[in-house]
């Protein structure tokens, strides 16, 4: 029997009966001014795997054409998208990190910029091998690449020339992490924000000189480095960053880098990987050989636990669709499972297993969700039944990149190249 059939273990909480009642706490995602056609970071212009745009996507794929294709080096990095450019980012002859940015409509490579970086990856995670993992960011001028020495790069956009590079470990004489630079840097206003150094690091776009440090971890191999990624949200009415380390759910004022509240998470040997999302009142997360979680951060700066659910996540981000989050489950089941963030309640579970990973964009009631063997799926966000709408193979090697989705054009980048689709009108 699959666990993820158990029902959910509600903790009871006075919270359930005023559900219906207008709330003191609302906790979201900030909104920034998303820009239709273009994916400027990681999940998109609103970190959430929102795709902007007024007009639906088809139920079929079979209208989704193909514009042109790029072989690249080996890497995970998801394509950063701007009006007319494609950046990716690959690992060449093993130590040497570079970045190229693409013509957006021809796929003609426009620059490219490269420096030495490797890590060795433990003997257990080699069979994702040593290369780039981060997904870079893009503030409308310049990029922010993250190399697996946790050295983090800012190129610009229109030459790839450097503008400054920051060495953590030389910074702060930090060690290398264990799995590289896996955490996606998010730009927000001046400022960037990096899980690095074995901490939460506020730093001045312009000059990569540091604003502060925050959240230090302990060194062991269970604790250093992140997975996850930060997200900025808003309750009782001021900006809090969601900071997930691999052990512990933090709420950190992005102004003065205080912790405002923590809440441990449960974690097998510190893999906790996808990112926490927001929804209304509180933090959803999932963990690996663990359960799934609903938090609630009361007014008072508090936490409590207000429901779990015995599903598991592992690493795909989840995406949440009105009142319900979708998730992909852990390597044990593969499944895709829709849970009511109300309740806790789980409302399906697909029938048949998928791969490992699924990275997720959603427009309207359609999820787009890159498998990681190559094969997209669109998916409708019904939470009464699965609803599998159609797939199609896009590529012959394996895909753990994050897709993009910009307008009307999605971005697939597999392990050995990229290639652009259009939906067709």
């Known amino acids: 029997m699959y666990d993820f059939l158990a029902p959910p273990r509600l903790v009871r909480h006075p919270f359930y009966t005023m559900r219906l009642l207008p709330l003191a706490l609302a906790l979201s995602f900030i909104p920034a001014a998303p820009a239709e056609n273009t994916w400027p970071q990681w999940r998109g212009p609103l970190r959430t795997g929102e795709v902007p745009g007024a007009s639906e996507?088809?139920?079929?794929?079979?209208?989704?054409?193909?514009?042109?294709?790029?072989?690249?080096?080996?890497?995970?990095?998801?394509?950063?998208?701007?009006?007319?450019?494609?950046?990716?980012?690959?690992?060449?002859?093993?130590?040497?990190?570079?970045?190229?940015?693409?013509?957006?409509?021809?796929?003609?490579?426009?620059?490219?910029?490269?420096?030495?970086?490797?890590?060795?990856?433990?003997?257990?995670?080699?069979?994702?091998?040593?290369?780039?993992?981060?997904?870079?960011?893009?503030?409308?001028?310049?990029?922010y690449v993250a190399g697996m020495e946790e050295v983090l790069v800012a190129l610009d956009g229109k030459t790839g020339k450097e503008r400054w590079r920051v060495d953590f470990p030389l910074r702060f004489g930090t060690p290398k992490p264990e799995f590289g630079f896996a955490s996606s840097p998010l730009v927000h206003g001046e400022f960037i924000?990096?899980?690095?150094a074995n901490a939460l690091v506020k730093l001045r776009k312009k000059t990569g000189e540091t604003v502060w440090r925050t959240l230090e971890n302990r060194e062991n191999i269970f604790e250093s480095g992140a997975f996850s990624s930060p997200f900025l949200a808003r309750t009782n009415g001021r900006d809090v960053l969601l900071v997930q380390s691999r052990t512990t759910l933090h709420g950190v004022d992005p102004e003065s880098g205080k912790e405002i509240w923590s809440q441990p998470v449960p974690n097998f040997r510190g893999m906790n990987i996808l990112t926490p999302v927001a929804y209304r009142d509180g933090i959803f997360t999932s963990s690996y050989r663990n359960e799934s979680y609903f938090y609630r951060v009361r007014p008072d700066q508090s936490v409590e636990e207000v429901w779990r659910n015995k599903t598991k996540g592992y690493m795909s981000t989840p995406v949440v669709i009105g009142d319900f989050v979708y998730l992909h489950l852990h390597l044990q089941s593969q499944r895709f499972t829709c849970l009511d963030l109300r309740t806790g309640e789980t409302r399906w579970t697909s029938p048949q297993p998928f791969g490992q990973y699924w990275s997720l964009a959603v427009r309207g009631?359609?999820?787009?969700?890159?498998?990681?063997?190559?094969?997209?799926?669109?998916?409708?966000?019904?939470?009464?039944?699965?609803?599998?709408?159609?797939?199609?193979?896009?590529?012959?090697?394996?895909?753990?990149?994050?897709l993009a989705v910009a307008g009307e054009e999605v971005f697939i980048r597999d392990l050995n190249g990229i290639t652009a689709y259009r939906w067709k009108k």
């Open 57 to 143: 996507w088809p139920a079929s794929l079979a209208r989704l054409d193909r514009l042109w294709r790029v072989e690249l080096d080996k890497g995970f990095p998801g394509p950063i998208v701007t009006e007319d450019r494609v950046f990716v980012a690959e690992t060449a002859n093993t130590d040497t990190e570079l970045v190229r940015a693409l013509d957006r409509k021809s796929g003609r490579e426009l620059w490219r910029a490269s420096w030495k970086g490797k890590i060795s990856v433990p003997f257990y995670a080699k069979r994702s091998g040593d290369w780039i993992r981060a997904t870079p960011a893009w503030d409308g001028e310049a990029l």
């Open 193 to 196: 924000f990096v899980q690095a």
């Open 365 to 402: 009631d359609k999820i787009l969700a890159l498998d990681e063997r190559g094969q997209l799926l669109l998916v409708r966000a019904n939470p009464d039944q699965f609803e599998l709408l159609d797939s199609r193979d896009v590529t012959e090697s394996s895909a753990w990149a994050h």
